[in-house]
């Protein structure tokens, strides 16, 4: 752990304007983002006497090797920089809310060309309107209903192709249940409409869409036409036994969120209710792990931040009142910030008494059972994950915590088409996003051990590259920008995003498939480039022994051992990974043409070819400017073609068509 005093700013180079503030660790990772109304005050409070602060202040402070600032002109601005920072590093000591993803959302895909209706779960995806979230029975029975009267297509992507192709709808669009967009029953932009009005609906605009039907049932009757007022009669039903679901909670014209929160020592949770025209629409739901020490007014300023930072661009629905347990210290700034996002005032309030206070609450109730349900959902999760990880360490008697492992794996077949994999896992979980594949050429291809060499050094060697990079060029921008702010005067913050890294910061373990010799050749890697500090350890597949460098015998556990356990999942990850990049690599080769060898001529050129000519051999008798005639084909293109073909005919005779070696079948003849 670093000693905050060695990286400690001068008082006197701290400016005492307002500002955003971020901490960094070795690796230049952020870890935490803070704003202050003056600067030199609240960081002097992190290093005035680092051993008095509370516990997750002090391991940030001692985490952390260097701070860095930038001046703003107001409060407003340093709360719009600091929610942007937040977002863009996601630093590990910020409170950061977690969606709970328990329930289903009856979402609207509006980004497609025919939006969908469908249940979806998980991670918000853009340009999709959600609306919920619901029971998993209630939310059927919704779209079921809804459905009779906006027939807004439901069906899957492959499903809709089908029926494009064929020129008839499926089931739903012959039971009237979908306007059939497909098949031309309804125009593209028709169907956006009544992809619109559902979210209308959806949105609390019921009143709208029931008086409307009440006066086309008028009209019907008037002109005796009783069949289309029945079906519109049974419509009206169906509509008001969607709105009567949600029971009337407030006056009619209020539109609120009300957040309540319930928390303990380690996490807290967050639950919502959206108020619509007096109406529940819908609840959500959030825990968060308190790695920050946060009162409840500043975990609701970062609550709101987040939730309506990341989705009122895209959806629009800020209400006019947002009702909260407690109010933030920066209350008028968060309100003129949300307001700008709505384009109309919105008032934070705190409710006291009355309806709005008895509502508040019951979203409290809520919060306190999703924090109980939280607890005892992960805790065998959990536990299982700790337990794993303090076993690893003690097994293998490592000095660090196993915060991050790397495990690396090689694949071919006879030695054709080698391949490595890299997948992460950090605190027992898998982190998708910093998984890596190599393609292994030339002498390193020869056998498994030159290949694990050459993976690891070549993911090491871009570390200690990218390091390097950092330390150059990057010191005088922060530097100009901290002298700046010794004047006390505001400074925009001028320097360039640094670009995304290949890979990002090492791990504390590295695991490689195979037994000693693996081992050996990844510690050899790490060794010629002179890394100490990272550990590596083998899992053979044969007895699932675990073996160390320059170990005589294996280290032996249990076979019921979490930790085994862990080991093997992060071993049979990068098998899997491993596979799929080979035999992607493995299905490209296997397709052969006797136009691969001309340089500068892609797929789309040399379907132009085939186009324009019908055949290899056409193509192989075409002068220069027969070939180019062809799309895209120029006078130097057609040389080098004529010449490839020259040097093949005068080196190896004819040239052989086209083939697929895995089924035989002739692409270009």
Not at 149 to 174: D, Q, T, W
Not at 617 to 635: C, F, Y
Request: charged fraction near 25%; proline fraction near 6%.
């Amino acid at each position: 752990m670093a000693n905050p005093a060695s990286y400690r700013p001068q008082t006197g180079e701290i400016p005492t304007n307002p500002g955003v503030y971020r901490f960094r660790d070795p690796h230049g990772r952020v870890i935490y983002v803070g704003k202050a109304k003056n600067l030199r005050s609240r960081l002097n409070s992190y290093f005035a006497n680092p051993a008095g602060l509370l516990p997750k202040t002090h391991a940030m402070v001692h985490t952390a090797s260097s701070v860095e600032w930038t001046v703003v002109g107001s409060e407003l601005e340093s709360l719009q920089l600091e929610y942007t920072w937040i977002k863009e590093f996601k630093p590990r000591f910020n409170v950061m809310f977690r969606d709970d993803k328990s329930y289903p959302y009856l979402a609207v895909t509006m980004g497609e060309k025919y939006p969908r209706v469908q249940v979806l779960r998980g991670e918000r995806r853009k340009g999709t309107r959600y609306f919920g979230p619901y029971t998993a029975g209630a939310i059927r029975d919704t779209m079921d209903t809804l459905l009779r009267v906006f027939p807004v297509r439901s069906c899957s992507p492959g499903v809709l192709k089908r029926a494009e192709a064929s020129g008839r709808p499926c089931l739903l669009g012959y039971i009237d249940k979908c306007a059939a967009p497909c098949v031309g029953r309804i125009s593209a932009e028709d169907h956006r409409a009544l992809a619109e009005d559902f979210c209308a609906f959806m949105g609390g605009e019921a009143k709208r869409f029931v008086s409307r039907l009440e006066k086309d049932m008028a009209a019907a009757v008037a002109e005796l036409d009783y069949e289309r007022a029945a079906r519109v009669r049974d419509d009206i039903i169906a509509l008001k036994k969607v709105f009567e679901r949600n029971a009337v909670v407030l006056a009619e014209d209020t539109d609120a969120d009300v957040f309540a929160l319930y928390e303990d020592e380690l996490e807290a949770a967050v639950q919502v209710f959206h108020v619509r025209g007096g109406r529940i629409r819908g609840q959500r739901g959030w825990v968060v792990e308190k790695v920050e020490d946060s009162t409840t007014p500043d975990l609701v300023e970062h609550l709101l931040q987040q939730v309506y930072g990341d989705e009122a661009a895209s959806q629009g629905r800020l209400p006019r009142e947002v009702l909260v347990p407690a109010e933030p210290s920066n209350a008028a700034e968060l309100a003129q910030w949300l307001g700008g996002l709505r384009g109309a005032r919105v008032d934070i309030r705190v409710p006291q008494r009355g309806d709005k206070a008895a509502l508040l609450s019951t979203v409290r109730d809520n919060a306190e059972h999703a924090l109980k349900l939280h607890k005892s959902r992960r805790a065998g999760d959990l536990t299982m994950r700790s337990q794993a990880l303090q076993e690893l360490q003690e097994a293998l008697d490592l000095p660090v915590a196993l915060l991050r492992i790397e495990c690396f794996d090689i694949s071919h077949v006879q030695g054709t088409n080698v391949v490595g994999s890299m997948v992460v896992v950090e605190d027992g979980l898998p982190k998708k996003s910093d998984y890596r594949k190599f393609s292994v050429t030339g002498d390193a291809a020869n056998d498994d051990t030159a290949a694990m060499h050459d993976v690891l050094t070549r993911r090491f060697r871009n570390y200690l590259q990218e390091q390097s990079d950092k330390a150059g060029p990057g010191a005088a921008p922060l530097a100009a920008a901290q002298a700046a702010a010794v004047a006390d005067t505001p400074v925009e913050d001028t320097t360039t995003p640094a670009p995304r890294t290949k890979f990002a910061y090492p791990p504390n373990l590295v695991v490689v498939d195979g037994g000693k010799p693996q081992v050996n050749a990844a510690a050899r890697a790490l060794a010629e480039l002179g890394i100490e500090d990272v550990y590596v350890v083998g899992l053979a597949k044969r007895l699932e022994e675990v073996w160390l460098p320059d170990s005589d015998f294996p280290v032996i556990l249990p076979r019921a051992s979490a930790g085994l356990y862990l080991l093997q999942r992060i071993r049979d990850e990068a098998h899997r990974f491993a596979i799929t990049f080979h035999r992607q690599k493995r299905g490209k080769a296997m397709t052969v043409s006797a136009l691969d060898g001309v340089p500068g001529l892609g797929d789309s050129k040399r379907k132009a070819l085939l186009n324009q000519f019908g055949s290899v051999k056409s193509i192989r008798a075409a002068s220069i400017e027969e070939l180019t005639a062809a799309k895209g084909i120029g006078p130097a293109l057609a040389g080098a073609i004529v010449r490839h073909f020259s040097e093949d005919s005068g080196a190896d005779g004819p040239v052989a068509p086209a083939i697929n070696m895995t089924t035989g079948e002739i692409l270009e003849t």
